[in-house]
């Protein structure tokens, strides 16, 4: 969308995913982290950009090389994949969070996973009404805040608009 290209991280995009991240509104971080990170340390940004044979991630570029977006996998406890995605708050509306699930999903199907997690904060409405609407099926637990999702990785072709 928008001229915006998806394309798995690397440690080069350290500086980039730190200015992305502390780019982000301090609801954005919240939705996300379930905390804000205004100054992100060494930990997280490693974490974040880390791809191995457990774990997967994905950046969303504008035409700049700007990360507008980020998406990660590992492997789950309770699913066989659990998820993670946030967007620039100026880019959210344009499509590219369900993008880069979709991307993250298909990735992890290929690698055998058949289920996908993710924890959703309870007012993060806008995703949860997303997930109720294209995985009716998907299985919602309530504690503390938060919403657990547990869904089928065939019905995520649905995710994507």
Not at 31 to 50: D, I, K, S
Request: hydrophobic fraction near 45%.
């Amino acid at each position: 969308m928008h001229g915006t290209q998806i394309r798995q991280a690397c440690p080069d995009d350290e500086e980039r995913i730190r200015r992305f991240l502390a780019g982000l509104s301090l609801h954005t971080q919240t939705l996300r982290f379930f905390t804000g990170v205004a100054n992100p340390g060494g930990g997280l940004v490693r974490t974040l950009l880390a791809v191995d044979e457990r774990r997967d991630a994905l950046i969303a570029t504008a035409g700049c090389g700007e990360i507008v977006g980020h998406a990660m996998s590992y492997q789950g406890e309770c699913s066989d994949v659990e998820i993670a995605v946030v967007v620039a708050d100026r880019w959210q509306g344009f499509g590219i969070g369900p993008r880069l699930v979709d991307t993250l999903l298909t990735r992890a199907a290929v690698r055998g996973a058949k289920t996908v997690g993710m924890d959703v904060m309870g007012e993060n409405r806008r995703v949860l009404r997303l997930i109720r609407r294209l995985w009716p099926d998907a299985e919602m637990t309530v504690a503390s805040g938060s919403v657990a999702v547990t869904a089928m990785i065939n019905q995520a072709g649905l995710f994507a608009e």
